[in-house]
């Protein structure tokens, strides 16, 4: 016997059928990530318009007028649908009367955003029941659904102020204190007509551009003195949340400007982490930032100021541009010398060279670690500037400096096994090859043990694992002072008999044994002579010293596949070459496949099954520190 919820459902849907364009088309989805239809929307001559948004049904026979016109939704399910990457809109159908009531879910979104509670009550009112009007509607918003996430529209911007909870009187102080001349928005008295909702709560203010962008700004419901000066302050705040997360810097910066509003952000320090980026990106003539800077410099809060002076060049993915973080950290750096404090001097400067080290500029980068650990001493013994200064040292050829630091950061962070890793990669580039070997061994074996979420990418320390074991046990060569320079001057010296005799380019190897010229001759020398291990893996330490080749990477991936080659490294191989030459390295596979040498083989399979097995490189985000008595506070962020 089907039940009484299963009957509602059943006519909520077939009901729902009836009432939009019989042109669009309807489809069941089997309640898929909490959708019960999805409809397609297509225009008069019953072209597909390419609009598709999904519905979520909630039925319901009550004759009580506020069961009817609300659902109650756990605030976490309201998230989910708001996150889809189509526009989900929630359908609240009334059995009795037989209505519905309708409104795009990431409105509620938005309106729960500050709640602290675990479920909020959709509330719908007479603007949201279904009439003939409701299809065009919802075929509008869509349309112009994609001009707001484009942030494509304009200010000034008509704005309806709509009261759903707390003192009515709010509304009419803050339709005031905005008036008929506000430098953004223009007040409208008719929803209908306006893109912009300021929707008022109790002790809460929130925006909504047609359920594209939002912002939501609290306060203290028990304050005594809500007047037109504190609305209006409580708008403008939220209005900057509004533009900094819309990209609009003019409009930011004229506003911050016209209602010299910076003051008061600045004694905000939630709002200012969150639009700091976006206010020095818009500051073109630096009117904001000395004042930023004193603010955060006379900050006493450790967390605060090393925060914000991350944000600034972390900023949303890293739009600011460089002038504007020098600029930043140059004035931040002179106001710390003039006032003498070294603490803070320290943290500026470890900071701007950390700004430096994740741009690859890594002159500069070693310029500041160093002042760092020049004002403050202490930086030396820390294990993750350690770290850090030795990967700066190693990147710029100063192997015997890497690994030094290397080897003292090893034991104060011992949970840390990917410093095996870069610990075995320093020895190998300073001629320690049986040591990085060794090392690369601990590496793999650690990171085996771990569990799949918390393993390291190993793909390209495999290969070098695989190539130290032939030049130590084959080629026979375990450690050096390597000699790149008198490794170039012998090879010029060798005629051309002597390029292709073992004895001779073993006494370049001697010299310089990641010399790449070296394994080229190598290469040749083993192709001469039927060795075709030796071919392939003189091939491989080329790609590897070489890196960023795309065309060796190509040609040592496709020898993988040949049955007297080491093929068992294939997946190593083709993700290694992808973190260093990332799609150039599939165009390149492209090129060699079409050659003539390779018409008989399947390229368009191995490229296929090449695709298949790249993975994305791990992410490991930028860690910031700030010090707290003995110990250091770590907060991680995504890049």
């Known amino acids: ?285 630096n009117i904001f930032l000395p004042k930023i800077i004193d603010s955060i410099y006379l900050s006493d809060d450790l967390i605060n100021q090393s925060f914000l002076q991350v944000i600034v060049f972390l900023g949303n993915n890293n739009f600011i541009d460089r002038p504007k973080v020098e600029e930043f950290y140059n004035r931040l750096i002179l106001l710390c010398i003039k006032h003498n404090n070294q603490s803070f001097l320290s943290t500026a400067y470890y900071n701007y060279g950390s700004y430096y080290k994740s741009y690859y500029i890594l002159d500069k980068a070693l310029h500041y670690y160093n002042k760092a650990s020049k004002t403050d001493n202490s930086y030396l013994d820390r294990f993750y500037f350690k770290r850090e200064l030795a990967g700066i040292l190693f990147q710029i050829g100063r192997y015997k400096c890497s690994v030094s630091l290397y080897k003292e950061a090893i034991p104060l962070e011992k949970e840390n096994i990917f410093l095996f890793a870069t610990y075995g990669d320093a020895l190998m580039y300073s001629g320690e090859y049986k040591l990085a070997f060794e090392y690369f061994d601990k590496f793999l074996t650690a990171n085996d043990r771990l569990e799949d979420n918390e393993k390291h990418d190993k793909y390209e320390f495999n290969i070098k694992f695989t190539l130290l074991h032939f030049l130590i046990n084959i080629i026979g060569i375990e450690h050096q002072v390597r000699k790149e320079f008198a490794a170039n001057e012998k090879l010029k010296r060798l005629n051309e008999s002597e390029l292709g005799q073992f004895d001779k380019i073993f006494e370049v190897l001697s010299l310089d044994a990641i010399y790449p010229t070296a394994w080229y001759l190598l290469t040749e020398y083993y192709l001469k002579n039927d060795n075709p291990q030796g071919y392939f893996l003189s091939i491989l330490f080329q790609a590897v010293v070489v890196q960023n080749n795309p065309t060796i990477w190509a040609f040592v991936s496709i020898l993988c596949t040949y049955q007297e080659m080491e093929n068992n490294i294939l997946f190593d191989i083709v993700n290694t070459a992808f973190f260093y030459c990332r799609n150039d390295f599939l165009k390149a596979l492209d090129r060699l496949i079409n050659l003539e040498d390779y018409k008989d083989f399947k390229g368009e399979e191995f490229i296929s099954m090449v695709e298949n097995i790249i993975r994305d490189p791990k992410e490991y985000p930028m860690e910031m520190r700030y010090w707290d008595g003995e110990k250091p506070k770590i907060i991680k962020l995504s890049k």
């Open 1 to 285: 016997m089907r039940s009484k919820t299963h009957i509602l459902e059943e006519k909520s849907v077939h009901q729902l059928r009836n009432i939009f364009p019989a042109k669009w088309v309807i489809r069941e989805k089997g309640r898929d990530y909490g959708i019960d239809i999805e409809v397609e929307i297509f225009d008069d001559n019953e072209q597909p318009t390419g609009l598709v948004f999904w519905i979520q049904l909630k039925a319901t026979d009550s004759k009580s007028k506020s069961i009817k016109r609300s659902i109650n939704m756990p605030i976490k399910k309201i998230r989910q649908l708001a996150n889809y990457d189509l526009p989900v809109a929630i359908f609240r159908y009334n059995a009795d009367d037989n209505q519905y009531f309708f409104d795009w879910i990431k409105r509620f979104a938005f309106l729960s955003s500050n709640s602290k509670n675990k479920s909020y009550t959709l509330k719908f009112n007479d603007a949201e029941c279904w009439n003939t009007e409701s299809s065009e509607k919802i075929h509008c918003d869509l349309k112009n659904l994609s001009q707001y996430t484009s942030k494509s529209f304009s200010f000034p911007l008509v704005g309806f102020i709509n009261h759903i909870s707390g003192p009515t009187k709010y509304k009419r102080i803050l339709s005031a204190a905005i008036g008929e001349k506000h430098l953004l928005i223009n007040l409208s008295r008719h929803k209908s007509t306006a893109p912009l909702e300021i929707n008022l709560l109790e002790g809460q203010l929130v925006l909504n551009l047609k359920s594209a962008f939002g912002s939501s700004i609290g306060w203290d419901e028990k304050l005594e003195t809500i007047d037109e000066d504190f609305l209006l302050d409580v708008f403008h705040k939220a209005l900057v949340l509004f533009l900094a997360n819309t990209g609009k810097r003019k409009d930011l910066r004229q506003l911050i400007s016209e209602y010299d509003l910076l003051d008061s952000f600045l004694m905000h320090s939630p709002i200012l982490t969150y639009i700091l980026p976006e206010l020095i990106a818009c500051d073109t003539d």
